[in-house]
């Protein structure tokens, strides 16, 4: 009986937990749905820099043919990125300064 008692209580607690809930999710939810509508985006302004992407370009060589390749992709597609990097293994013994800065 005490069982029975329980099991009823518990489920008459869940049923009105449940139902709480909907309502109150719900009438929140439809409130902020009419707000959104109500909103006018064809009216936003966005500066014309953003509509244009933004390229990052990352080269990925070996250490054997990092200056010929530096020097090729800066003399052909490397200025079409806005920004472009050079990732190697290491920079070698024989590179001198100006070659490390050029690439």
């Avoid at 006018?40 to 080269?59: M, Y």
């Amino acid at each position: 009986m005490i069982f029975e008692t329980r099991l009823v209580s518990v489920g008459l607690t869940l049923t009105c937990l449940i139902l709480i809930t909907t309502f109150y999710v719900g009438s929140h939810t439809n409130i902020s749905y009419i707000e959104f509508q109500n909103i006018k985006l064809g009216n936003v302004a966005i500066h014309p820099e953003l509509l244009s992407p933004r390229i990052l370009c990352l080269i990925m060589t070996t250490p054997k043919y990092f200056l010929d390749r530096v020097k090729a992709v800066n003399a052909t597609w490397g200025p079409r990125c806005d920004r472009y990097f050079f990732i190697t293994e290491y920079i070698p013994q024989n590179m001198t300064l100006e070659q490390i800065n050029f690439a």
